[in-house]
Each structure stands twice: as C-alpha cells, then as structure tokens.
C-alpha cells in the first residue's frame, strides 16, 4: 500500500486561500460596474432636469421620474446660477445594510450655449 506524500493536499489548502481573494476581486469589481451605472443614471436625470427646468416644470420630478426608485433616496436637485441643473445621487452599496458615503453628481445644461 502506497503512502500518499506529505505534498498531497497542498493544492487544496492553496484553493481554499485564494477563494477568499477571488471573491473580494469581485465583489469590488461589481461595485465600480455599480458606481459607473450610478453615474450614467445622474447624467440622464440631469438632463431630464434641464428639460424640465426649461420649460418651466419641476426639475426634481423630472429627475425623479428618470431614475429608478432605489436611487430616490439620495436625490440632491440644484439650479445653478449660471443656468443648467445639477443631481446628485448617492452610489448604493452591494450589500444595502451599510450606507454609501459616496455621491456621483451630473450637470446639464439646455441654454443657448448647448
């Protein structure tokens, strides 16, 4: 009967320790994917705000209305003084006990410059 070397379970050891790495890789990864949605998102409401703005309608319904309701929470809407609408939105974190410290925030503009 053959003993099995002492190096037999080395490459399990090795795949448990990295699964670990492996999944805070991507759970970081999916959260930049996440923050980058966020921000494509506020650049849309923004836009939608302008609009608003322009003709006179609310710009913070505007920019509600073009976000999805778990991004509501953290809507920030400003005119700005030099003309244009600003949003900011707070990025939502993959785990949706903890809040996000972090805000994205867009601005647009619909005057006679663009």
């Known amino acids: ?3 099995p070397s ?11 320790a990295v699964v670990p790495a492996v999944v805070l890789a991507a759970v970081v990864a999916w959260q930049l994917v996440l923050t980058g949605h966020t921000l494509w998102l506020c650049a849309g409401a923004a836009h939608a705000a302008s609009r608003a703005d322009t003709v006179g309608l609310s710009p913070e319904r505007a920019a509600r209305s073009a976000l999805p309701e778990s991004l509501e929470r953290g809507l920030s809407v400003e005119r700005r003084a ?9 990025v939502p974190l993959l785990v949706r006990v903890w809040r996000s410290p972090v805000k994205v925030a867009a601005s647009s503009s619909l005057g006679a410059g663009g």
């Open 6 to 16: 002492p190096e037999s379970g080395q490459a399990s050891v090795e795949a448990v």
């Open 82 to 90: 030099e003309g244009g609408v600003r949003v900011t939105v707070r």
């Open 1 to 3: 009967m053959a003993h």
